[in-house]
């Protein structure tokens, strides 16, 4: 039971529409109830007020009916007068009694001759004053009360003054010092005025439980069709959007504060809506730029990763070439001053001294291999600054490729050549441009297989129309996956592992190096087996200022 009353109440607390109910039914009640009193009330002092204007128009014509027969002191008439009276419906009694409570005559046989308690109901509002009232006034002439056996009765007692016609009669003459000689008392039965009230209560509790029956019933519908249903339609909506469905519409049906609500809460989801498309565009966007800068510094820190490489290969290639320069020319120039000698002394073809001149002759080109290593070293540690003029792309190309096509004469490789003759003069320093192109064309020769090698060489506009590129494939050995990200890196080289092969590392950087400081890039891709492509880009306009290009962009 308690968790049931318990269940009732939380049901209460948590519904908007039982809390309206309950208080509109109770507030009904209430002035149902008061409307109900108030009416069974009026209308019992209405029956009353006729009972008692009824019994005191029967008391004055019973009393003006007396008057004779009392005169004339003849009392059988009294006595059948006033039992002819008592028979008639709705009067229990008529009795009249003298001043000392003595009842003189009654319509009940029994009680003639006796006293009244002058107590009583009937007597105390004359005799309960300290000195008893000769008049009384017209209000307290009734009273109203309960009888043992007779249950709920009207007491109506008129005073019977003294006329002047009573003192002058013989028979019975009164004196004049009495003014009331008597009380006429008749007893009405309020039973009629009881069960009238009953049946009034009845009625109108059966037509005030309809009328709550049939207010609360519409009271009910209106709450549901105008507060609950509405509610819940809000409620829905509320959890939509509590669910991310922001595109959710509440249906409006009405013009009224419920409707309002609705085309706010509309308002409210596509303002909603609106903010959280923006807020993932944003997203999105700010995705996208994070990408991209992430990119630009992760770009920018493998490019400061490379330049301290670069400085610190830089400061090496600087005390290396200080230390090693002198000894190695020192060394090169005696292998040649003895190579000189021995063929004055006409030795090197004839004699046990021609396996020395072999030996002066390897030790001379190891060492100009060694100080063209020292070149190399100062180079890439030391670049000069390019020397910008607006020059033609196809003209240094064309420059290379004279320069290499005598390599390409003798590895029999197929040459193939297409240049865009549609490209502007782009500001460059034609001859460092010239070195990269000699470097990636011998690079391209030594990974060719001789005879049926092909190297491809092509110019032409950006996808993007900002520069001019420069395309140079081979069909060679390729790189290997793992190697491909590290050959740009100083003294990094995969020409040891071909055969008759060797090489310094430096080319590529120097390669790169040169790029950069042209303000373009260089890209590399490369299949095993299927050969190698590598792309320039140069831009049509070098930027006016360094850092339009550096770190400072990226950040």
């Given at each position: 039971m308690a968790g049931l009353r318990q269940s009732s109440l939380g049901a209460f607390k948590k519904s908007l529409t039982l809390k309206l109910l309950v208080f509109l039914v109770g507030s009904l009640v209430f002035l149902v109830g008061v409307i109900a009193y108030t009416s069974v009330s009026t209308c019992r002092s209405r029956l009353l007020a006729t009972v008692l204007l009824n019994a005191e128009q029967t008391a004055d014509v019973l009393k003006r009916s007396l008057r004779y027969a009392m005169l004339k002191n003849e009392?059988?008439?009294?006595?059948?007068?006033?039992?002819?009276?008592?028979?008639?419906?709705?009067?229990?009694?008529?009795?009249?009694?003298?001043?000392?409570?003595?009842?003189?005559?009654?319509?009940?046989?029994?009680?003639?001759?006796?006293?009244?308690?002058?107590?009583a109901d009937a007597c105390i509002g004359c005799h309960g004053q300290a000195r008893t009232l000769e008049r009384l006034p017209r209000t307290d002439r009734f009273r109203e009360y309960h009888l043992a056996k007779k249950g709920h009765v009207l007491g109506l007692i008129l005073p019977i003054e003294n006329e002047p016609e009573c003192a002058n009669?013989?028979?019975?003459?009164?004196?004049?010092?009495?003014?009331?000689?008597?009380?006429?008392?008749?007893?009405?039965?309020?039973?009629?005025?009881?069960?009238?009230?009953?049946?009034?209560?009845?009625?109108?509790?059966?037509?005030?439980?309809?009328?709550?029956?049939?207010?609360?019933?519409?009271?009910?519908?209106?709450?549901?069709?105008?507060?609950?249903?509405?509610?819940?339609?809000?409620?829905?909506?509320?959890?939509?959007?509590?669910?991310?469905?922001?595109?959710?519409?509440?249906?409006?049906?009405?013009?009224?504060?419920?409707?309002?609500l609705c085309r706010s809460f509309n308002e409210m989801a596509r303002s909603l809506m609106e903010a959280r498309d923006k807020i993932l565009a944003w997203n999105e966007e700010l995705e996208k730029r994070v990408e991209e800068r992430t990119a630009q510094l992760k770009k920018a820190h493998e490019e400061m990763i490379r330049s301290a490489k670069m400085a610190s290969v830089g400061k090496l290639a600087a005390i290396v070439a200080h230390e090693i320069n002198n000894p190695l020319f020192g060394v090169r120039t005696y292998a040649k001053l003895l190579q000189r000698r021995l063929e004055k002394e006409g030795v090197l073809k004839n004699g046990p001294e021609e396996d020395t001149a072999k030996i002066l002759a390897t030790i001379e080109a190891e060492v100009a291999r060694c100080g063209e290593i020292v070149k190399n070293l100062l180079q890439f540690s030391r670049?000069?600054?390019?020397?910008?003029?607006?020059?033609?792309?196809?003209?240094?190309?064309?420059?290379?490729?004279?320069?290499?096509q005598h390599q390409i004469d003798l590895l029999g490789a197929e040459m193939i050549v297409g240049l865009d003759k549609s490209l502007p003069d782009i500001p460059i320093d034609e001859q460092k441009i010239q070195q990269v192109l000699l470097a990636l064309l011998i690079n391209a020769c030594e990974a060719i297989p001789k005879g049926s090698g092909r190297i491809e060489v092509r110019t032409g506009r950006s996808e993007a129309g900002d520069g001019v590129e420069v395309l140079v494939r081979d069909n060679g050995a390729g790189i290997d996956e793992d190697v491909l990200p590290h050959i740009f890196e100083p003294f990094f080289t995969t020409k040891g592992q071909r055969p008759g092969g060797g090489g310094t590392g430096l080319g590529l950087s120097v390669v790169q190096s040169i790029v950069t400081l042209h303000h373009g890039r260089i890209a590399v891709s490369s299949k095993k087996g299927e050969g190698t492509t590598f792309v320039m880009l140069l831009p049509f306009k070098q930027p006016e200022r360094e850092e339009e290009f550096g770190l400072e962009e990226v950040i």
């Open positions: 009392r059988e008439t009294i006595y059948h007068i006033i039992n002819t009276v008592a028979k008639e419906p709705g009067i229990k009694k008529v009795r009249i009694y003298n001043k000392e409570g003595q009842i003189v005559f009654s319509s009940l046989e029994y009680e003639t001759g006796s006293f009244v308690d002058l107590r009669q013989g028979c019975h003459a009164s004196p004049k010092a009495k003014p009331i000689l008597g009380v006429l008392d008749v007893i009405l039965s309020l039973t009629s005025v009881d069960e009238s009230v009953k049946t009034l209560q009845a009625q109108l509790l059966i037509q005030l439980l309809v009328l709550l029956l049939a207010v609360t019933l519409v009271s009910v519908l209106l709450l549901v069709r105008f507060v609950r249903n509405p509610l819940r339609v809000l409620l829905e909506g509320t959890e939509q959007l509590r669910a991310g469905n922001l595109s959710f519409v509440l249906k409006v049906t009405s013009e009224d504060e419920i409707g309002d670049p000069s600054a390019p020397k910008i003029e607006l020059k033609s792309l196809n003209a240094a190309v064309e420059k290379a490729i004279r320069l290499i």
